[in-house]
């Protein structure tokens, strides 16, 4: 979210008969005690300053207190105004309202107001006999807040504030595309993009493409819609469009699978695809691979090769697949229990994804052990345990789930 | 247009009366509201919307896994009426202090009772985005976004976590990377149905999920829904939005899968841990997600109306629906199955919501790149009635 930390500094808008109207610009990010102060003193208030004839002269006439607008904390107040003690026929927002836009580039004059825009959302009180508003949400960065004051029967004045300077210093990188391996079945289901940090919702489309081995963008290769992110938004799937991957289907007759068996791809990642704070990547990224033979064969595991490790040790047990697997759920769908219950340890995924390993905390105790297997554990192509991605209809359906795992023994000696 | 009558799964709804009293279980469900504690609605997300009974508002909530019930207060009863709001993403961002593009509508429904409008909304793109849920009030450009704060809610947790939660710690130290997005949610008298997809697994969860709520949906109903797609394969796939519908006096679910086939789904058949068939009518063409449904009836004719991500607005011909036969052949077409036809003057819409027997409301945005890409939306995005085709 680009919403920022509350800003806490202060500035004010001064208005009296001496004082023209001012629109102060300056980023509010350091922490100041005193608004009056800041305001005397700060170099915001000499900066680009429109005066407001009319405001000058209206109070000149009938307002000689010293009118100001000022940002403190998270709330904007208007001083050496005495707010009725109830609010105007229209209420508060009537006579005081705050404006988001975004902040014109530095140097350049403030955002105007647009016009049928509403005024930023918040709720209004009288504290210590001036009227005070505060917004529903946090300031963000990069953002503009023009305060306007209008006085029943006087000129508006308004004040210009900015929130905190966005971050624009690139710092997210792609860590990984997996499958990691340079061959793709055709039927290669899934693709996962690993960033070092949280990236923004909503705009893979434009920064991912596919390229045949001529570098011509290819169409219609992933699945449209919704992205689909893990919680923290550092993992990225991409779903090549099952509709060309499942035999029989039209768009499979038609166009083919999106993966050509001996056909040379290369998925590029831009640059620009922003982050969760709007900055682009520190680079681009691509992976070349090229297709091979559709992965039609579900995962077997009694054609996996555990390798048991040794007693009184902490080696690592090994589990080795003819075909690669879905990497992120490898890390989920394989378990190691013992004599004496589940088995702590870590896992390691390695060789394309055609290895797993476990080693445990503690060295292995000598005895029976079992790999546990989920039977929703799906290879790159989407196959299951027992459960290819799309069925001979031939073949007869199991009517109910069965049990949800399986186990593979093993023996530590 | 005909809607599914009473569907309820049968376990679950013993499984959520053993749990209370039946006289205590029968007060609740009639008073639902009455199950709705007050205080923070505490939202990580707000993504598809659905309206229960009584102007109770569904939140989906993806990132927090569960499914927020909030009580909007609003239930006086009010016919249609036109609305008509210009830039709205650009409003919305202005009330919340954002620039528009770091703003993101993701779900329309108009308050049945009230005909007010609701969009679910996130400030922000990124994972700590703030969930908003904002109000149209009907017939007019009035934006509100309600208090979530102190507000009567009660939330269940859509919490199916791997059988296999190891005590190994992840090969990055990573928490958990999977995440089951909502993609749709219908309620239908006494139970919330929810479909979503998953950035791991490949699957074909239905949940149904009794309302008022009873703990966890993880004891509530899973189905798995096979849909024979062209004759020799079939396959499981995950639905990306549906409805409920009768055909012939039978009570179906009509359900729109992400490789864009509509599959009709008998009620009787949705039985917790249950894998059933359901039945292809149509194909709505590849490269392509079909993302709402709104079914209607005009001229003694029923229609559905079906929005998708790259083929426009489609009209289907859903008289006789039942009459229709599977589709049994791979067609070299870009769609096959019932009749349906574009209406190309909708273009760029991205939700569809059901008003009344005349309108319905859309949500229009253009997007970056060619329509396949469904990139993000570029420019103003609309909120308008528009008269049913």
Not at chain 1, 242 to 249: F, Q, V
Request: hydrophobic share 40%; with cysteine.
């Amino acid at each position: 979210m680009r919403s920022s930390q509350l800003v806490s500094a202060a500035a004010i808008v001064l208005v009296s008969g001496a004082i023209a109207a001012a629109q102060i610009h300056d980023h509010l990010a350091a922490p100041s005690a005193s608004a009056a102060s800041t305001a005397a003193t700060s170099p915001a208030a000499t900066s680009p300053a429109a005066t407001s004839p009319a405001a000058t002269s209206a109070d000149a006439q009938s307002a000689p207190a010293r009118i100001g607008i000022r940002f403190a904390g998270s709330s904007f107040t208007v001083s050496g105004w005495k707010p009725p003690p109830t609010a105007p026929q229209g209420g508060w927002s009537a006579v005081f309202a705050v404006y988001a836009s975004v902040a014109a580039a530095p140097g350049a004059s403030p955002t105007p107001v647009t016009p049928g825009l509403p005024a930023l959302l918040g709720s209004y009180a009288i504290e210590h006999g001036a009227l005070v508003f505060r917004p529903r949400f946090p300031l963000a960065a990069g953002m503009q807040y023009r305060a306007v004051f209008t006085p029943p029967r006087a000129p508006a004045i308004s004040g210009v504030f900015y929130g905190p300077p966005r971050d624009v210093t690139p710092s997210t990188r792609v860590l990984h595309i997996y499958p990691s391996a340079a061959v793709l079945p055709s039927n290669t289901l899934r693709l996962y993009i690993y960033f070092s940090a949280p990236m923004s919702r909503g705009e893979a489309a434009a920064y991912v493409h596919v390229l045949d081995a001529h570098g011509h963008v290819l169409h219609e290769v992933f699945l449209p819609g919704e992205e689909l992110w893990d919680p923290q938004f550092t993992q990225l799937t991409l779903t090549f469009d099952p509709g060309r991957i499942k035999r029989g289907l039209t768009s499979n007759e038609r166009m083919g699978p999106p993966i050509a068996p001996g056909a040379r791809y290369t998925l590029v990642i831009e640059r620009g695809w922003p982050d969760a704070r709007g900055v682009p990547l520190v680079a681009g990224a691509s992976k070349v691979y090229r297709g091979g033979p559709a992965l039609r064969t579900p995962p077997d595991p009694h054609q996996w090769r555990v390798g048991a490790p040794a007693a009184g040790a902490r080696g690592p047990v090994t589990v080795d697949f003819p075909h690669p697997m879905n990497y992120p759920l490898l890390q989920r769908m394989l378990r190691v229990t013992g004599p004496h219950g589940s088995v702590a340890g870590s896992i390691g995924i390695g060789h394309d994804e055609t290895r797993w390993s476990f080693t445990p905390r503690r060295a292995w105790p000598a005895g029976r052990y079992q790999l546990i297997v989920d039977r929703d554990l799906e290879d790159v192509a989407g196959n299951r345990i027992d459960q290819p991605f799309d069925i001979d209809v031939f073949q007869r359906v199991t009517e109910h789930i069965v049990t949800r795992t399986l186990a593979v023994p093993f023996e530590v000696r | 247009m005909r809607r599914a009558t009473l569907y309820r799964i049968t376990g679950a709804v013993v499984g959520a009366a053993a749990l209370i009293s039946g006289a205590a279980y029968a007060r609740i469900s009639n008073n639902p509201l009455n199950t709705l504690a007050t205080g923070d609605a505490h939202l990580m997300s707000a993504g598809p919307l659905a309206f229960g009974p009584d102007g109770i508002l569904f939140v989906g909530d993806s990132i927090g896994g569960q499914v927020m019930a909030i009580d909007t207060h609003d239930r006086r009863p009010a016919s249609a009426a036109k609305v008509d709001v210009q830039d709205i993403n650009a409003k919305i961002a202005a009330m919340v202090g954002i620039t528009p593009d770091q703003l993101v509508i993701n779900d329309v429904k108009v308050n049945p009772i009230s005909k007010n409008v609701y969009l679910s909304v996130s400030r922000g793109r990124g994972p700590d985005a703030m969930p908003l849920i904002v109000r149209v009030e009907r017939g007019s450009d009035r934006i509100s976004v309600l208090p979530l704060d102190d507000v009567a809610h009660a939330a269940v947790q859509l919490s199916d976590a791997p059988a296999s939660a190891s005590a190994a710690d992840p090969p990055n130290g990573r928490p958990s990377s999977r995440m089951l997005t909502i993609t749709d949610m219908v309620y239908v008298k006494g139970d919330l149905m929810v479909a979503g997809l998953s950035n791991e697994e490949w699957s074909s969860a239905l949940r149904s999920i009794p309302f008022p709520f009873q703990r966890t949906a993880a004891q509530g109903a899973t189905i798995q829904i096979w849909h024979s797609s062209h004759g020799r394969f079939e396959t499981q796939a995950p639905i990306r939005t549906f409805v409920p519908y009768d055909i012939d006096g039978r009570n179906y679910v009509l359900a729109a899968y992400t490789c864009t086939p509509l599959v009709k789904i008998p009620f009787s058949e949705l039985h917790p841990g249950a894998r059933i068939h359901g039945t292809e009518i149509a194909d709505l063409g590849a490269g392509n997600q079909p993302l709402d449904m709104v079914p209607y009836r005009r001229n003694g004719h029923d229609y559905i109306l079906i929005n998708n991500t790259s083929r426009g607005v489609m009209k289907l011909q859903a008289d006789d629906l039942g009459a229709y036969k599977p589709i049994s052949a791979p067609t070299i077409t870009n769609v096959a199955g019932v009749p349906y036809q574009t209406i190309s003057d909708l273009q760029n819409v991205r939700h569809l919501a059901r008003l009344d027997a005349q309108d319905v409301l859309i949500l229009t945005g253009k997007s970056s790149g060619p329509p396949w890409q469904a990139g993000p939306l570029i420019g103003p995005v609309n909120l308008q009635t528009i008269p049913l085709p």
